[in-house]
Structures are given as structure tokens and as C-alpha cells.
């Protein structure tokens, strides 16, 4: 990717899918994904080694961590859920959400749904 | 930091020093910080097995990569300085910027400069 130049609305408009991150960089270890969420479609997960950074860029994402209240996210907050937290995510309007997490987590964790999407699905077709 | 909801405004509100990056967050082998920049104290570094990204969460910051155009990123906009790309970044005007980088990278690389801050002098007080 290059050190180039990137533009978070770019990047979301070329999103058509809910439910669906695109890898948009990489740092050492992690992945920086963009994803659209609308809706209760992702299953209660847990990824057992690896914590997860929802940072909320446009609209809001209710955050469910297992045993605790649900947590709003609106624009320019974040949460960052610990490796080992069963949790879910869900938004009743379309909201947009920068992803921080490994390399190799799978976004729906220890639990596949049909939202679940491969590494391989999640590669930006624009990037070389 | 424990899965808490964080906001970008509260915790840039309390960075009172330029170029002083405070953690505010981890995610597996990353930190997330938050930064203010405003002027030209950063000296031109290289980080040799790190990457380094900028994302503008206000104002615009620019970013100079050895052997390139000088890149302009305003609000919404990332660039991941690749590893071993030698770098500078300066803004005229104060902006905010968050961080994502190594947790064993040091801000200024391979220079030691009057800016340079230690992991411990990045940890946020604010934080158990």
C-alpha cells in the first residue's frame, strides 16, 4: 500500500456491503479495516488472543460486552475490547467504523456466521 | 485500559504539549496515541522495522517522505509511513493527529531530538 495518501470517505464510499471490512492498511502486526454496520447481524464472538478497536467515524455502534451494560459509541470515540471478551456489535442506522485488530483475527471470532468474511474477501480490489 | 469507552476530544483536551504523544490506547503489539502538532520539531527519522501511521483527526499535518512530495493530510485522512522510509512530519497550524505504531517504536526512530519522549513519558496519568 505504499505509503500513499488515504481518504476515509473514499474508502467508505467504495463499501457496498454491510457487515463486510475492507482492509484498507496494515501496521506490523495489525490491520486497519473500514466496515459499515446496520443491523444485529454479528453473532456473540470472542477472539480468545486478540483485542479489537472499534473507532466510530460516522453515526453510532452499540458495543455489547458480555456481563456489562452496553456501551454507545458516537463519532470520535472508541472502544478497544480485550482479548478474551465475549462481545457483539450492532447499529440500528448505517454507522462507519474504523477496525484496528491482528493480522490474523477473524472478525466474527470463535464463531462462524454469514457475515463471516475470509482475509482474502476483505483485501481493497483498489489496492494493488 | 480494560474495554472502556474513550473519546478523542476528552483526551486530546488534555495534552497541553506539542509533539508529546500520550498512549491511549493498545491493541495487541500496537499503541494507539494521540498527538498534537504545530511547528517543525520534528527531525527527519527513520523507523527501520516499524511502520508508522498518521491519521488527522483535526487540522491538516504534512507528511514529507525522503524522495517524494511533501503529502498533505486533512481531517479524515491516513498515510502508513512503510518501514525504513526516512520521514518528517510539520504543521503550521496546531492539528491533532492519532497515532498507531510498534509498542517498541520510538517516536523520533533512529534520532535522539529535543522532542523525543520515552514509552513511560507517553503513558496517559489519566490511565490506572
Redesign the interface.
Known sequence: ?????????ELFGRVTEYFSPRIV??????Y?KVVKVKGQDVPWHTHDG????FFV?AGALT?E?EGRNP?V?NV????????G?RHRVFSEEECRVML???KDTVHTGDVLAAITKSVAEQLDPGEP
Do not use: P, Y
Not at 486478540?50 to 478497536?53: G, H, K
Open positions: 500500500m505504499g505509503s500513499e495518501k488515504r481518504n476515509l470517505d492498511g496494515a501496521v506490523d502486526g495489525v486497519i486478540q483485542d479489537e478497536m467515524v458495543v460486552l456501551v459509541l470520535g470515540e472508541f472502544v478497544i475490547v480485550e482479548h471478551t484496528i485488530e491482528n
